[in-house]
């Protein structure tokens, strides 16, 4: 607290100059006056602070083109160079709080849309031919700009046709599917229905487009810059924070997703457990949301350019409604999911537990799947997720487990207080992760409990979705060497720390300027207590096993500007409890089983097919040869749909005693629950997980 009052009296100090000046200011100076607090912000407390030189206002430049016309649809290069000439004027300009580029680009995409959209109309109206031959790269970092109109037009046409093809393609899909039909469509038929579908879409985006503001385009180029510092550190105007608040609430549970804005569209940051999203395994975390159809209309609602809330209201809907997503996979496919609405049960998120057994393997092991780290503060969720780890781990000691595996798979994080009372769960008292401010000395928190709950042996399941406090808890146990990390070759990689910031404190008193908003800035970093970052790097697992993700770039390194990965001293850390020391020796056995395991190999075979997808970037728009594309990308993933579908018959999985009253005490708790047991029948993981636990027991 000594800290924090001490840099709010130094920005307090340090911007009364500006706050005499602007305490009667015209509205028209908010920007001016949201500039100037986002930059001392950053200049006084972002962990790594940036000098605003040449550099700094060129990387600023590609950033917020990028941006701005994210999909190069309608500016020129001749455009582009317009705004390319004060490329190196970007930081006298934030210095001075002016903003010339700003307003250019401002005028140039409105001027640019207007065009896109006259030519947009022109061809439709003169007729898309679906046979002309072309190809379309979906990379937008590979499209080169326009070079001049003739050009542009060309490449709308490309897009037009694109979607054209894609719409007729699948409605000869659903006419196929719909048994109710007594008469079909001919191709010519359902073609006239796509064009006039793509018409609509087309109307409807550049609707939405002509209502973005001058303050959405502010907040981008505000965002532009935060951006340049890292990832995570963002502006919110007022009710882009309460949209925030609502995000991390968990209210925003019609399909139980939560949603992150990316680029032109959405994407999905996390799957709430339980919820209708989770339990239909077909949506999934990255999954970029092109549109969105309920189930009553015909046409699907484009998003692109859309605000967040305004998807989020389509999104959302009445329990037992359902609603069909257009997404792009990570591997850059396209895919329709179909999900029905329903109330997220909260204790789905909870702790819970299982006993495994694998005859002549693993008998009588304990599982503990922590979908979150939730914490008393969130108000719902009742208990801290430590004080319910231990419960579940006195009810697994009275059912005398052999050995436990929690699985933290898919855990996003969540509390810093209980991810360190969670470790001391497995350890005497010691130091838990050190965390680090800009120019101080990091500080360790430590589990100060001497006490030792759980003794026996122990494996963490970990996958590149599991982050923040998930890596925490990893990189202790396994830097201790008390538990054997197993999963996908990386962690996600969050090793930092954000704070929001009120920029109203920025300006003294009461002014017709409030409200600014607030920033999320990244003020500190975790490290290992082995001194090494869970920034970028992750926490690599002792024993890696095959992951459909394996050669797509994710997690942190997904960002553009991301923190680098550094290094600060260890601190001494010991425990006698239980110690892993045969670790080459489980690898060596998990590659063998991995190596014969037909879905492991399926697993291994898919990720080097999305790697290969996702790095073939053009996509034919005549309608011959898309079809034979699709055809193609349909049947080579067949393969692939059901290789997580199979039981595992030797796999014996059973409630704890001491939770059969409280499942049976409900009917909808009894059908979630049998839902779990049946998804944890068909988890190949798992069951390697059950080999290694043998294979750790016997070399202890």
Sequence with gaps: MKLRSIILGVLAVSLFAFNTIVNNADPKEKESAILDAVIKYLEILHFDPKDIDDTFSEQ?????????????????????????????????????????????????????????????????????????????????????????????????????????????????????????????????ELQVDAIADTKKTYDDWFKRLKKVRRSDRFENYINSITHLYDPHTDYYNPKEK??????????????????????????????????PAWKGKELEVNDVIYSVRQENEEIAMEIQGMMMDDVVSKIRGDKGTKVTLQVKSADGSFKYVTIERDEVIIDEGFARSAILDIPDVSDNIGYILLPKFYSSFEGKMGNSCSKDIAKEIEKLKTENVNGIILDLRNNGGGSLQDVISMSGLFIEEGPIVQVKARERDAYVYSDKDASVQYDGPLIVMVNQFSASASEILAAALQDYKRAVIIGSPATFGKGTVQRFENLDKYIQGNNNLKP?????????????????????????????????????????????????????????????????RSIDALRNSSLKRIENNST???????????????????????????????????????????????DIDHLVIKNLNEDIEYINSDESRQ??????????????????????????KEKV
């Design 516 to 580: 600014l908003g607030q920033i999320k800035l990244t003020m500190q970093k975790f490290y290992r207590i082995n001194g090494g970052s869970t920034q970028l790097n992750g926490v690599n697992p002792d024993i890696v096993l095959p992951d459909p993700y394996k050669y797509l770039e994710a997690g942190e390194k997904e960002y553009d500007t991301p923190l680098a990965w550094t290094e600060i001293d260890a601190v001494d850390y010991n425990q006698d409890v239980f110690q892993i």
């Design 600 to 646: 492991f190999q399926l697993i291994e075979e898919n990720a080097k097919r999305l790697k290969k997808n996702k790095d073939e970037n053009t996509v034919p728009i005549d309608f011959n040869s898309y079809q034979s594309f699709v055809s193609e990308k349909e049947l080579e993933s067949k393969k692939f749909e059901d290789m997580m579908e199979s």
């Design 671 to 696: 059908a979630r629950n049998e839902d779990w047991l049946k998804n944890m029948q068909k988890d190949v993981y798992i069951e390697e997980a059950m080999h290694i636990m043998k294979d750790l």
């Design 242 to 275: 309460e949209d925030f608040d609502i995000r991390m609430g968990g209210k925003l549970e019609g399909i139980g997703a939560r949603l992150t804005p990316d680029g032109d569209y959405i994407k999905v940051s996390s799957l709430i457990p339980g919820g």
């Design 60 to 188: 600023l430049h590609y950033s917020y083109i990028k941006n701005l016309d994210s999909g190069k649809r309608f500016l020129l290069q001749s455009e582009i160079d317009q705004l390319a000439a004060s490329k190196l004027l970007l930081d006298d300009q934030i210095v001075s709080r002016t903003f010339e580029y700003f307003n250019l680009s401002v005028d140039l995409i409105n001027t640019a849309i207007d065009r896109g959209e006259k030519m947009l109309n022109e061809l439709i109206e003169e007729g898309i031919n679906i046979n002309d031959e072309g190809t379309l790269q979906m990379d937008y970092d590979k499209r080169p700009w326009a070079t001049n109109e003739d050009d542009l037009r060309l490449k709308w046409r490309q897009t037009i046709q694109y979607d054209l093809v894609g719409k007729l393609q699948q409605k000869i899909k659903d006419q196929e599917k719909d048994t109710s039909l007594t008469e079909m469509k001919t191709v010519e």
